[in-house]
Structures are given as structure tokens and as C-alpha cells.
């Protein structure tokens, strides 16, 4: 493949899924710089308890943090064919280091798939999620139960809320990334490299307006 994808948009959008599903098809990694993130809080590591502060707020952490786990993880082997990424980059700055980046890997950026919901989607999806501190599985209330209420079906232990899943959080984070991610929509769309996708529907039905925009359909 030699390239990589670029997912963009709010949260509770469904990138990571789409990530996930064309991570799969493609077979080369998915990676999301949210898992990292709080893979380094839960290490406890230096980065990951000045990225925790700005997590819990729903605020989005350092370009100069966010900057140097990205490309940490970018210049792993599995990842010289190329990859499909999302939560990154979120700003223009983060994009420029990001383009570097690729330059530096040899690798061109194929694809920049933008989908978008609104806020009230992202509420209801969002508020309802419960996850797993033990064996990192994710619920869902309304759409993805689980057998026994707030109780993992995976390990027994039992499920929490993460702080930035309140509705309040969850407003203040989507106001945030319109504040500073919708410039790089802007940036990436002068390059023609945007594929814009309404992320309200199904996950399948999601999926095959991925493929189909890349089609050219």
C-alpha cells in the first residue's frame, strides 16, 4: 500500500470503527492516538499524566505531547507500508509535522476521510457508553448491553463511565474540535484529498460510503 488514511471527525463520529474495519480490509494498522493517550495514563508514564489533566477536561492535550507519541509510533516497523490513523492529526500544527512526518517515513498520505454527526448524536452515542478498566471491552446502554448490568461479560469486573463521557464533557469536546479541527477540514479539502461522510447511519451503511468515495463513486 505505501499510504496512509487519515480519519477526521467529532467525537462519537465512528472513526475509529470505520479506522478498524479499513485497517482490516487493507491489513495494515490502524492506530489511534485516544488509545495511546490513555495507554500512557494508565502506564502512569510521565506523558500520560500531563496528558490526563487535559483528557478528564475534554480539552484537547499539547500539539508538543500529542507530536512526539504520534511519531513515536509511526516509525515502528509495522508501519513502513504504510497505515490508517485517527485522532491525529487535530491541528494545523499537528498536520504539518504530521506531513513531515510522512516525508521522513517515505510514505504519502492517500485519503483524508472527514465524517461528520451532530452534537446531539454525539450525546446520545457517547453518554451511553460504559467501558471496562480491566480488559479495556466497551458497552454501550442503549446499543451494545451488556448481559449483566454495569458488569463486564468478558472478565466480571465492573464497568465504569469515563469522565470525559458526561454530557458536559462531551460538549465541551466537540466545541473544542470545531474550534481546532474543523481549519484542517478546510486545509485537506483544498488538497483534494477529503472524502466527507455522514456519519448518522449504520456502521455498514457508513462503510459502504467509505468504499464508494473511494471509488470515486
Known amino acids: ?18 479506522a478498524k474495519l479499513l485497517s482490516e480490509r487493507l491489513k495494515v494498522p490502524h492506530i489511534s492516538l485516544g488509545d495511546i493517550l490513555r495507554e500512557a495514563v494508565r502506564a502512569g508514564t510521565d506523558e500520560g499524566n500531563r496528558a490526563k489533566s ?15 507519541l504520534a511519531k513515536e509510533r509511526f516509525a515502528r516497523s509495522d508501519c513502513k507500508n504504510g497505515f490508517i490513523v485517527d485522532g491525529f492529526p487535530r491541528t494545523l500544527k499537528q498536520a504539518e509535522a504530521f506531513e513531515s512526518i510522512l516525508g521522513e517515513c517515505g510514505i504519502e498520505l492517500s485519503s483524508v476521510i472527514y465524517i461528520t454527526i451532530p452534537v446531539d448524536v454525539a ?24 448481559r449483566k448490568l454495569d458488569v463486564c461479560d468478558r472478565c466480571g469486573e465492573k464497568l465504569y463511565q469515563r ?55
Open 1 to 18: 500500500m505505501n499510504g496512509a488514511f487519515v480519519f477526521l471527525g467529532p467525537p462519537a463520529s465512528g472513526k475509529g470503527t470505520q
Open 54 to 68: 487535559f483528557m478528564d477536561a475534554g480539552k484537547l492535550v499539547p500539539d508538543e505531547l500529542t507530536i512526539s
Open 123 to 146: 450525546v446520545s452515542r457517547l453518554s451511553g457508553r460504559r467501558s471496562c478498566k480491566k480488559c479495556g471491552a466497551v458497552y454501550h446502554s442503549e446499543f451494545n448491553p451488556p
Open 163 to 217: 469522565r470525559d463521557d458526561t454530557e458536559e464533557v462531551i460538549k465541551t469536546r466537540f466545541s473544542v474540535y470545531e474550534k481546532e479541527t474543523l481549519p484542517l477540514v478546510r486545509r485537506y479539502g483544498k488538497s483534494g484529498k477529503l472524502k466527507e461522510i455522514d456519519g448518522s447511519a449504520s456502521v455498514d451503511e457508513v462503510r459502504n460510503a467509505i468504499e464508494a468515495a473511494g471509488r470515486g463513486k
